[in-house]
T-cell receptor, first 114, second 116 residues
Framework: EAQVTQNPRYLITVTGKKLTVTCSQN?????MSWYRQDPGLGLRQIYYSMNVEVTDKGDVPEGYKVSRKEKRNFPLILESPSPNQTSLYFC?????????????FGQGTRLTVV | AQKVTQAQTEISVVEKEDVTLDCVYETRDTTYYLFWYKQPPSGELVFLIRRNSFDEQNEISGRYSWNFQKSTSSFNFTITASQVVDSAVYFCALRGGMNAGNMLTFGGGTRLMVKP
């Protein structure tokens, strides 16, 4: 079964404590992305990766890091989380770079930074 | 820059009513795709439909229908005979052809509440 798996699903943390949200896919897709969802703003892309060791900034990259050491994994790293990073986060994958390719989303990670 | 606007932030209807969710977009790309996603209370994103910029045919899938009008840059979504299970947040999204990050640009979402 095609899956995009995020962990954890829920996380409450304190300001400044480094955290990592993992994303793993079993579809051998080249493209992976992270989005954050905020009320009234929809989803906005944070970072994306076109393949192993190839990453770049999306629309809202400040305060985040990513890495792509293996094709299946694309972790999102918050080195020093702040309350304005409280959000619902989604990992997404697509097979290629075509505009019409369907994106597969993980279940979401609800992060609260206090 | 691309932009998607869903002017209706929240809609409330009574079961069996028809409801239309509006989506207006802006893009300079000549080739682009439009999408609708459903986010039920459980939080996951469910893909509903994809439409490319060269295909203006309306589409119907059961109680769902979509009206794409390039002249008004709109891609509206109608649910006929709404049901309680249709209660969710619905997102319209756009992806342009010239898009290195394969980024989807989302509207702010419309929360639909269907009351029994």
């Amino acid at each position: 079964e095609a899956q995009v798996t995020q962990n954890p699903r829920y996380l409450i943390t304190v300001t400044g404590k480094k955290l990592t949200v993992t994303c793993s896919q079993n579809m051998n897709h080249e493209y992976m992305s992270w989005y954050r969802q905020d009320p009234g703003l929809g989803l906005r892309q944070i970072y994306y990766s076109m393949n192993v060791e190839v990453t770049d900034k999306g629309d809202v990259p400040e305060g985040y890091k990513v890495s792509r050491k293996e094709k299946r994994n694309f972790p999102l790293i918050l080195e020093s989380p702040s309350p304005n990073q409280t959000s619902l986060y989604f990992c997404a994958t697509t097979r290629g770079g075509g505009a019409g390719t369907e994106a597969f989303f993980g279940q979401g990670t609800r992060l609260t930074v206090v | 820059a691309q932009k998607v606007t869903q002017a209706q932030t929240e809609i409330s209807v009574v079961e069996k009513e028809d409801v239309t969710l509006d989506c207006v977009y802006e893009t300079r790309d000549t080739t682009y795709y439009l999408f609708w996603y459903k986010q039920p209370p459980s939080g996951e994103l469910v893909f509903l439909i994809r439409r490319n910029s060269f295909d203006e045919q309306n589409e119907i899938s059961g109680r769902y229908s979509w009206n794409f009008q390039k002249s008004t840059s709109s891609f509206n979504f109608t649910i006929t005979a709404s049901q309680v299970v249709d209660s969710a947040v619905y997102f319209c999204a756009l992806r342009g052809g010239m898009n290195a990050g394969n980024m989807l640009t989302f509207g702010g979402g419309t929360r639909l509440m269907v009351k029994p």
